[in-house]
């Protein structure tokens, strides 16, 4: 049986986009531009995390995200791991390294804070959480703060990493949700709805039957992807890498 949307609803879901916002707006006109031709009244968007960290413009990104999408569309924005990381350093900063590890210094930098100073002196983790705090704009503070860990669309679910097999869709972890490689991946089982999710990129679009991975690795390839569902039917849009 083929997984379908709500009739009359047309589905854009992008993966991860990791701070190029020059990607993003690249994309968002692609989408508009394809919806424009189509019929539907109910349009979407559904964003599966990882908006931060590794590329340049962090700040741009959710700029984007807060004022500047099409107003013709509803939006649903997931947490990815790396808003996780964010997040974690905002309410403990011991909590620095870890995130820089995993390409927080370009998100500073992308809000103006003086990394190489703070590095130059030695901060303590909680100078760089202030550093940070004095720049952030509210809007993105809320923005983190109301992040989704899952959106359902008639039979596909989205979430950023995916679902561990076995356990029901209302009893996932967020862990998982926000984590889980391998034992998801590696799943040729059905789950309740078939799952779209970034987190684990590849070189294109991994279609199973079980699951469809869109994490095209943006920031590295310059590909950014959407998958687009309408009346049962799946395409891409995706920038030119």
Known sequence: MTATVPRGEIVYAIGDIHGRSDLLAEL???????????????????????????GP?????????????????KAH??????????????ADPSSLDGWLRN??????RSYDVDVDGLEACRAPPMAWRAALQDVLPKAHRRFLATLELKCVVGDYVFVHAGLRPGVPLEDQEP???????????????????????????????????????????????????????????????????
């Open 175 to 241: 862990d998982d949700l926000l984590w889980i490689r391998h034992l998801f991946l590696d799943c040729q089982e059905p789950f309740e709805k078939v799952v779209v999710h970034g987190h684990t990129p590849d070189r294109a679009p991994v279609v199973r039957t079980n699951r469809i991975g869109i994490d095209t690795g943006a920031v590295f390839s310059g590909c950014l992807t959407a998958l687009r569902l309408e009346n049962g039917t799946r395409a891409f849009l995706s920038t030119a890498s």
């Open 77 to 90: 924005f997931l947490k990815g791991n790396h808003e996780e990381f964010l997040l974690d350093f905002l």
């Open 28 to 54: 968002l006109s692609l989408i508009e531009q394809d919806a424009a031709a189509s019929d539907t009244t109910t349009k979407t968007l559904v964003f599966l995390g990882d908006y931060v960290d590794r």
């Open 103 to 108: 390409g927080g210094e370009e998100t500073l």
């Open 57 to 73: 413009d962090s700040r741009g990104v959710i700029d984007l995200l807060t004022t500047g999408l099409p107003s013709s569309f």
